[in-house]
């Protein structure tokens, strides 16, 4: 993916979902209407880290180029030069695929 022109703030990052499924293990192909969104992707951006009280920057656990899992629900679907995206924050991240 080339470089987003976009800059999460904070603990946020910045993730690209993998694509759907199209067919099933048993190889039925899927309409649109029944694929279950993907919960996992890779993170292309990542924020400088949470503001502590002390005035420094919490290290992320995560870096771009990093596999991850997140929540269902978790994050905001955005669009960015052309590409579909998701922000979350680095507590809605739920594992990282080693």
Partial sequence: ?????????????????????????????????????PQRGTVVAVGPGKLLDSGNRGALSVEVGDVVIYGKYGGSDIEVDGAEVKILYERDILAKVV
Wanted: aromatic fraction near 0%.
């Fill in 1 to 37: 993916m080339a470089k987003l022109s976009i800059r999460p703030l904070d603990d946020r990052i910045v993730v690209k979902p993998e694509e759907a499924e199209e067919t099933t293990a048993g190889g039925i192909v899927l309409p649109d209407s029944a694929k279950e969104k």
